[in-house]
């Protein structure tokens, strides 16, 4: 598979203006994996090396499919497997804006591929152990927040810090959690134990 006949035949099929390509609807014959790969870092690396072109990721990512714990990238005619470390995106910015119809705070996070994701639905955000590499001794349970089609994002470590900073503490026994308010819900940021 080569990554530049991918790119021609995803011409015109994403923009900023556009809406995402129907991806759900594609279903190509699978053409093998190629060596690409989402590291935790949230980079794309093709062959060894960085995409550095912010354009080409952004393309790619528009046309990123889940199938139960493998990902690929297709298009109406091939679909191509690639690698991911842990979750395609990375949640590297966030802000509160206030919604025009309900007036309620509603946190807004931007990936590192551009995507901007409302906390509006109380199933947006789960608490999940992120992969060894990047765990801490006690495994504990960090945000993780989906940002389309079953497409997930892990909270850049100071994102996470400083959402932490915003939120409020429960103590309930001898547990501690830690959650924000977006768009009227409740989320859990993550708990301690004393």
Request: include cysteine; glycine fraction near 6%; hydrophobic fraction near 35%.
């Amino acid at each position: 598979m080569d990554l530049t006949r991918f790119q021609q035949q995803l011409k015109g099929t994403s923009s900023k203006t556009r809406p995402l390509p129907p991806v759900e609807q594609w279903n190509p014959d699978f053409c093998g994996n190629i060596n690409l790969t989402i590291a935790l870092d949230g980079r794309w690396v093709y062959e060894g090396s960085p995409i550095g072109r912010a354009s080409l990721v952004q393309l790619f990512a528009s046309v990123l499919k889940r199938e139960e714990d493998s990902y690929f990238l297709v298009t109406p005619v091939e679909k191509v497997g690639i690698t991911v470390e842990d979750t395609p995106f990375l949640i590297t910015q966030w802000n509160i804006a206030k919604d025009e119809k309900t007036g309620c705070d509603i946190y807004v996070f931007t990936t590192q591929t551009g995507d901007e994701v409302r906390l509006e639905k109380v199933d947006q955000l789960e608490l999940r152990v992120p992969p060894k590499a990047i765990q801490d001794p006690q495994a504990t349970p960090i945000p993780y927040v989906c940002v389309r089609r079953n497409l997930w994002a892990r909270l850049h470590q100071n994102v996470y810090y400083q959402l932490l900073e915003q939120a409020t503490e429960q103590q309930s026994g001898s547990d501690t959690s830690f959650y924000i308010t977006s768009n009227n819900h409740t989320f859990v940021l993550g708990k301690i134990s004393q």
